[in-house]
Every structure is written in structure tokens, then in C-alpha cells.
């Protein structure tokens, strides 16, 4: 399946809200494209590859560390909601839930969904991007960030790709509403309460072919000449009351 790149700079020129023909083309191509396959391909030109490569270089690196090192950033008292998650822990919701798992028998085969068979075998690091809420419910959701011994660069490069991250999601919402004929603001307006962002990275060394992405995730995968890294992005919109 081959998927259109939208580059976005054209939409981001706009100094109206006056619309003219090529960008209206470009916003249903968008909500097109995501109707139809669930996944979208963009190039902003606000995101350049100089910091794609300080932040990969930089969570590879983490990720190289002995696993004696990482597991200091391990909070399972809350939930494994910051620091890291270690490989094995999280057990994925279609091997324990019944009735997924019946809804996902009954689907015709060549849409069903290819199913783990064990528990997550990557390692995860939640980092919120931005400040926490003065007022909140649950306080593990927004527990003070944890960051790595010997990584001085670690908070200003984490917020900094989140925040670019965000600036492109934001971008795509608006088009994607033009493009199904609601208002701009109608998806961005429920993106207001974001809480954080999660990586997920596999590290596998002297390998030079990665493994199939997983469907639905939007997936960064950055070779190097001995190793590759592959980076699952989440965005996480909690409900107002947060």
C-alpha cells in the first residue's frame, strides 16, 4: 500500500481563513487518505532532519545503556505512567480480553488484525511535554518527569520533538475537519487537555532489516550503519476533567 506525503507547508502559508482551491484539494486528500487506510504521511517543514537525527541519536543512545541503568527509571508505583517501561511487562489487551478476541475471530480474514503472542517485547518511555496541571485527579498521570542520569540534553530535546510532534498533529486535525466538511477547529478543539507523549523503541543491534511496524502507529525508523531504532509516537488526549 503506497500512501501520499502531504506536505504541509502550503496549508501553514495561509494568512486566512479564505480557502482556494489547492489547499480544499489538499484537506480532502487528507481526510481521504485517512478514511480509507487509517495512516497519512506528512512533511513539515517546520520539523527539519537535523532534529529527527538529535533526537533518535539521542534515544538510541539511552536505549544502548545496561538494562541495570534503565530499570533506575522504572516507576511501577505509578503505573509506569513516567520513566521507562521494561520489555515484557505490558500484556497486550487482545490475548486477555474475550470478547475482543471473539470480535476478532468474527472479522473476515483478510481484515483481521495480526495478533501478538506474548507480552510487549519492547521498552517504552513516557514523557509528558508541557507543564503538568495545577489541579488533578490523578496524580500518577501527571507525576513529576524522570530524567536519565548523564543526560543533560534530555528535557530541552524531549519537549522540543514533542512539541514539534504536536505542531503537526494540530496541522492535520485542522485539514482533516476542512476536508470532511466540519469546521477547522473541530477536532484541535478536543485536543486542548494533551497529556503527554510515549516512545516506544526497540534497539536491535548488527541487524540491518527492522521488522514490519505494527498497523495504526505512527512509526519513525532511523538506520545507523550497525543498528537500527524503531520509535512508535502515541499522542494521549485524556478526558476534560483532568
Same mark, same amino acid.
Given at each position: 500500500? =503506497?500512501?501520499?506525503?502531504?506536505?504541509?507547508?502550503?496549508?501553514?502559508?495561509?494568512?486566512?481563513?479564505?480557502?482556494? &482551491?489547492?489547499?480544499?484539494?489538499?484537506?480532502? =486528500?487528507? &481526510?481521504?487518505?485517512?478514511?480509507?487506510?487509517?495512516?497519512?504521511?506528512?512533511?513539515?517543514?517546520?520539523?527539519?532532519? %537535523?532534529?529527527?537525527?538529535?533526537?533518535?541519536?539521542?534515544?538510541?543512545?539511552?536505549?544502548?545503556?545496561?538494562?541495570?541503568?534503565?530499570?533506575?527509571?522504572?516507576?511501577?508505583?505509578?503505573?509506569?505512567?513516567?520513566?521507562?517501561? *521494561?520489555?515484557?511487562? $505490558?500484556? *497486550?489487551?487482545?490475548?486477555?480480553? $474475550? =470478547?475482543? +478476541?471473539?470480535?476478532?475471530?468474527?472479522?473476515? +480474514? $483478510?481484515?483481521?488484525?495480526?495478533?501478538?503472542?506474548?507480552?510487549?517485547?519492547?521498552?517504552?518511555?513516557?514523557?509528558?511535554?508541557?507543564?503538568?496541571? +495545577?489541579?488533578?485527579?490523578?496524580? =500518577?498521570?501527571?507525576?513529576?518527569?524522570?530524567?536519565? %542520569?548523564?543526560?543533560?540534553?534530555?528535557?530541552?530535546?524531549?519537549? &522540543?520533538?514533542?512539541?514539534?510532534?504536536?505542531?503537526?498533529?494540530?496541522?492535520?486535525?485542522?485539514m482533516a475537519a476542512i476536508g470532511f466538511g466540519l469546521s477547522k477547529d473541530a477536532f484541535t478543539s478536543l485536543m486542548q487537555?494533551?497529556l503527554f507523549v510515549c516512545y516506544d523503541a526497540v534497539l536491535c543491534c548488527n541487524s540491518r532489516t527492522p521488522p514490519s511496524?505494527? +498497523?495504526?502507529?505512527?512509526?519513525?525508523?532511523?538506520?545507523?550503519?550497525?543498528?537500527?531504532?524503531?520509535?512508535?509516537?502515541?499522542?494521549?488526549?485524556?478526558?476534560?476533567?483532568?
Amino acid at each position: 500500500m =503506497e500512501l501520499p506525503v502531504i506536505d504541509l507547508a502550503p496549508y501553514l502559508e495561509i494568512c486566512s481563513d479564505e480557502l482556494d &482551491s489547492h489547499i480544499k484539494s489538499m484537506c480532502l =486528500e487528507v &481526510s481521504r487518505t485517512l478514511r480509507e487506510t487509517g495512516a497519512l504521511l506528512v512533511k513539515d517543514p517546520r520539523c527539519t532532519a %537535523e532534529d529527527n537525527d538529535k533526537f533518535i541519536d539521542m534515544m538510541e543512545k539511552y536505549f544502548q545503556q545496561p538494562e541495570e541503568f534503565k530499570r533506575l527509571q522504572e516507576r511501577p508505583h505509578l503505573h509506569y505512567q513516567v520513566g521507562v517501561t *521494561p520489555e515484557g511487562v $505490558e500484556v *497486550p489487551r487482545s490475548l486477555v480480553d $474475550e =470478547e475482543m +478476541k471473539e470480535k476478532l475471530k468474527a472479522m473476515p +480474514k $483478510e481484515y483481521q488484525p495480526s495478533s501478538p503472542s506474548g507480552p510487549d517485547p519492547k521498552w517504552r518511555y513516557m514523557w509528558r511535554v508541557g507543564p503538568r496541571p +495545577k489541579i488533578t485527579c490523578f496524580k =500518577e498521570l501527571n507525576s513529576e518527569p524522570v530524567i536519565p %542520569e548523564g543526560f543533560p540534553e534530555w528535557k530541552c530535546t524531549m519537549d &522540543s520533538w514533542g512539541y514539534k510532534m504536536i505542531s503537526a498533529v494540530e496541522s492535520v486535525a485542522e485539514m482533516a475537519a476542512i476536508g470532511f466538511g466540519l469546521s477547522k477547529d473541530a477536532f484541535t478543539s478536543l485536543m486542548q487537555q494533551l497529556l503527554f507523549v510515549c516512545y516506544d523503541a526497540v534497539l536491535c543491534c548488527n541487524s540491518r532489516t527492522p521488522p514490519s511496524p505494527p +498497523k495504526g502507529r505512527q512509526t519513525v525508523v532511523n538506520y545507523t550503519e550497525n543498528c537500527w531504532c524503531k520509535l512508535d509516537i502515541y499522542l494521549y488526549f485524556p478526558p476534560p476533567f483532568i
